[in-house]
């Protein structure tokens, strides 16, 4: 029977946590989705600007998030076999020419374009940004994937706030500015390049890790496509938050664009605060049990947030968001347990295919839209959060190591 390696060694005990290299790692993320949530957050700017119905803010989406979806994998399958310590720099410089060409747009096809570039910037980015996580962690996985992911929900949390307080009392062309913050993740990266090189080097030198226990192809194959489902649930369900909140609030309660824009940063906000948590914890309990909790225990909000007034409907979103928080970064650790020594591809793949369900599901979500109105689709998508009971096909990683081990 052929089979797939699934856990690695323990990393020796001279290996620390490099917080450093995490937080740079962290504060990058941060800036670069501060980028990306521009994106979504000027939906509404955008709308008015061009006159774009629902299913135009879908395809804008869905290029946007197809972009990076199909480029990750493709990034990180490379970049496990040939590592690149500069290319995040590079990345930044593909969202910097995003921004601009999406402040100065002058036609559809050209927002097409411009979220096209910001999404390739996002492929570049995430996974050797995932790779260097990883190998600063010390061991401490779930800690790291949360640390560094902490700075990405932080960045999409702060997107629609730039956008309340920037972008809306100062036009479409305030964008721009915000190549700031390229420029600077551009300097920082840089110096996390070269830590990078040297750390490479330094791993050169030592004795080669020993031989990771193996699991049959099958049970890897089929926890992939459980975890895939599961991502799908989180990453639609998403979508239906991040790219159409704003309007749903608008039109269900009659509040301002810049009050949506607010509760809107209720809800990313609680993502990332939620997310610190989830790291640590299945560091110390496992991840079955994170996945469990932040896909499952999120379906009876969920369900009643249709139903919802105004303040019920922030405090709900809330929970929400740091419920389901800790979801990604549990199902990503626990797939790079399954296939080891495949880190960027790992995490390109997940990174890349939540990207795309996110997008595909802004895409049908606006058609959906255009055609039932805006809360039909917050009803249907209530259900989404039941895939959750797939989880229990997910095999326990440490249990299966050690009856292998004794076998």
């Known amino acids: 029977m052929t089979s797939t390696p699934v856990a690695v060694a323990a990393p020796p005990a001279a290996d620390r946590t490099a917080f450093g290299v995490l937080a740079a790692l962290s504060l990058c993320h941060l800036l670069n989705d501060v980028m990306q949530s521009l994106v979504a957050a000027l939906y509404p700017v955008l709308k008015a600007n061009y006159d774009l119905s629902f299913g135009q803010i879908g395809l804008i989406a869905f290029v946007f998030s197809a972009t990076a979806s199909l480029f990750q994998p493709l990034v990180g399958l490379y970049t496990d076999r040939h590592p690149l310590p500069y290319s995040l720099a590079a990345g930044m410089a593909f969202s910097f020419c ?33 790779r260097m996580a990883r190998l600063a962690s010390g061991g401490r996985h779930g800690l790291a994937q949360s640390l560094f992911q902490v700075g990405g929900n932080a960045g ?18 305030s964008v ?46 089929g926890a992939l496509v459980v975890l895939g489902c599961l991502v799908f649930s989180k990453y639609v369900y998403m979508a239906s938050l991040s790219s159409y909140y704003t309007f749903y609030v608008i039109q269900k309660f009659g509040v301002s664009v810049r009050d949506a824009q607010l509760l809107l940063f209720i809800f990313l906000g609680a993502l990332a605060a939620g997310i610190v948590l989830g790291g640590p914890i299945g560091d110390r309990f496992g991840r079955k049990p994170v996945i469990w909790a932040s896909i499952l225990g999120t379906l009876p909000f969920t369900l009643a947030l249709p139903y919802a007034n105004l303040v019920g409907t922030a405090i709900l979103t809330g929970i929400i968001g740091l419920v389901m928080a800790s979801a990604f970064t549990a199902i990503l650790v626990f797939a790079q347990e399954l296939v080891p020594g495949k880190v960027g591809m790992i995490a390109g793949l997940f990174f890349g295919f939540a990207f795309g369900m996110g997008g595909l599901g802004a895409a049908v979500l606006g058609q959906i839209a255009d055609l039932r109105g805006i809360e039909f689709v917050y009803w249907i998508c209530s259900f989404l959060p039941a895939i959750g009971l797939l989880t229990i096909f997910l095999p326990d990683v440490e249990k299966e190591r050690a009856r292998l081990a004794a076998a």
């Open 98 to 130: 995003g921004l601009l060409l999406l402040a100065y747009a002058t036609s559809f096809p050209f927002l097409l374009l411009a979220a096209g570039l910001v999404g390739f910037g996002s492929a570049v980015f995430h996974p050797e940004s995932s």
């Open 176 to 221: 721009a500015w915000f190549g700031v913050l390229a420029l600077t993740g551009m300097l920082i990266l840089v110096r996390v390049g070269g830590w990078y090189a040297r750390h490479r080097a330094a791993q050169a030198k030592k004795p080669a890790p020993a031989k990771p226990i193996a699991l049959h192809r099958r049970t890897v194959i």
């Open 156 to 173: 999409t949390a702060l997107g629609p706030i730039a956008a309340a307080f920037i972008i809306l009392p100062r036009g479409q062309e």
